[in-house]
């Protein structure tokens, strides 16, 4: 990581266009030096607009616009921080940007304001994120998860979880401490207790971060079935346009086709297969292997079927991951006369409808809709994959350690169990982190941020 303490960094942090304003953002201990030589001679008052005119070094003038200077720490990154702002041409901005760095500061890496607001104490990691995934929102819905994870919904979540963890583990390891008391603290029921209430809202977190990435990255929701039932079609009616060939013939899909739709603010990646069937030919048995993948790897496996073949296709749902969820759509009710409804069997959600007269896919649409997070409520937050995955370790810790004590109260075996959780719930925030994850975050950033 870099020594923020040691070097002043600059970059355009905005470039609307010439009849826009643009941003000069620069941070670092030499920002006040820069801001009193930018205003000839004037120190700036802190956190007050001033209009000047911005000069290069021979005295030529650059630009007019506004000088505003942030003392440390009360600033996005903690450290001094100014911002230049001027009229939105890319030139000029350039060779303002060229004149900070002149005067003492560097080009910025990319992230590197909000990897500063990090290091010094601004944000926490999962904040930090939230700044990038506000930046690439591509809905309404992502926009405000990511502006209350930003807030820091999510972190007051994960912050309460290691605080109980602690109070467990505090518990747990003062039992080991006095093996030979005649008292077995590790069967005190308070301790199975305390870890069952732990697991409960664990739970519940973690399926609101898999809600947090749906709202952040869209549902991926993988369209399959056999050949000719009408997954194209179905494709194309969710589309509003001919994204894909539609013919009577059976395997006129070969190969995975994308498509992101928006409904009503939330984001859907529709994925469109190859009809799933054995064949022996090489190019529709390449879309057959690739479809499967695309189905392991889906939020969301849509089967596509018909009346002739609804219940024998559930077997092209076998063996998928857990994290896989399921939805049943009977497709060409217009050739049975079969009124577009929906049903709920043994816990797989079914629905009729017609990819080509368009009836029952409201209801599709509104189930799509409900299974990427819409409705979440004023609570939902944006997360990220790595967080579930963090998530995912705490649980099978906590698991292991409610297995171990209920079977041994093997309390040496528990405790590990706890402390490993108490880590993995530290990678979400950055209280336990590497230099390596935290490189791989920050330049993922964009410039200037």
């Excluded at 956190?47 to 200077?69: K, N, Q, V, Y």
């Excluded at 009408?230 to 994204?243: E, P, T, V």
């Excluded at 009710?333 to 929906?342: K, S």
């Excluded at 409520?377 to 350690?401: I, M, P």
Aim: proline letters at 4%; a negative charge; hydrophobic letters at 45%.
């Amino acid at each position: 990581m870099p020594d923020a303490d040691n070097d002043t960094i600059a970059a355009i942090a905005s470039a609307p266009g010439p009849a826009g304003v643009g941003v000069v953002r620069v941070s670092g201990p030499q920002v006040p030096a820069i801001a009193q030589l930018l205003l000839g001679g004037r120190r700036p008052t802190p956190r007050h607009a001033h209009l000047t005119a911005f000069r290069g070094g021979d005295g030529e003038l650059i630009d007019r616009g506004l000088l505003l200077h942030f003392p440390a720490p009360h600033s996005y990154t903690g450290e001094h921080v100014l911002e230049l702002q001027g009229h939105g041409s890319a030139v000029l901005l350039d060779l303002l940007l060229r004149r900070v760095c002149a005067l003492g500061a560097r080009l910025a890496r990319p992230g590197e304001f909000t990897e500063r607001a990090f290091l010094n104490g601004k944000l926490d990691l999962a904040q930090a994120e939230a700044v990038a995934d506000l930046i690439a929102a591509r809905s309404e819905a992502g926009a405000r998860a990511a502006l209350r994870s930003l807030d820091g919904a999510f972190s007051r979540r994960v912050h309460a979880l290691q605080e109980a963890l602690v109070a467990l583990r505090v518990h747990v390891e003062a039992a080991i401490d006095f093996p030979e008391e005649e008292i077995d603290f590790l069967a005190d029921p308070a301790i199975a207790r305390q870890l069952e209430t732990l697991r409960t809202q664990l739970a519940g977190l973690l399926a609101e971060a898999r809600r947090g990435v749906r709202l952040t990255d869209g549902l991926k929701v993988a369209i399959v079935g056999r050949p000719n039932v009408g997954k194209s079609s179905l494709l194309n009616a969710l589309a509003q346009s001919d994204r894909a060939i539609v013919t009577p013939i059976a395997g006129t899909t070969r190969d995975v086709l994308r498509e992101t739709v928006s409904l009503d603010g939330v984001v859907l990646e529709l994925v469109d297969t190859a009809g799933l069937r054995e064949t022996q030919d090489t190019v529709e048995r390449e879309g057959v292997r690739r479809a499967r993948g695309e189905l392991a790897g889906a939020d969301l496996a849509l089967l596509v079927t018909d009346a002739s073949g609804a219940e024998a296709d559930l077997a092209l749902l076998a063996d998928l991951p857990d994290t896989v969820a399921r939805l049943v759509l009977v497709n060409k009710i217009d050739l049975d006369a079969v009124a577009p409804h929906a049903a709920t069997r043994e816990g797989l959600r079914w629905l009729w409808a017609s990819a080509r007269t368009g009836e029952g896919l409201e209801a599709l649409r509104t189930e799509l809709k409900q299974r990427a997070g819409a409705g979440s409520g004023e609570g939902a937050f944006s997360a990220r994959r790595r967080h579930v995955l963090a998530l995912q370790s705490v649980q099978e810790h906590l698991d292991h350690a409610a297995r171990v004590l209920a079977a041994s109260r093997a309390g040496e075996l528990a405790a590990e169990d706890l402390r490993q959780a108490q880590h993995a719930l530290g990678q979400i925030t950055g209280s336990y982190t590497s230099d390596d994850l935290l490189g791989a975050i920050f330049g993922s950033f964009c410039i200037g941020k």
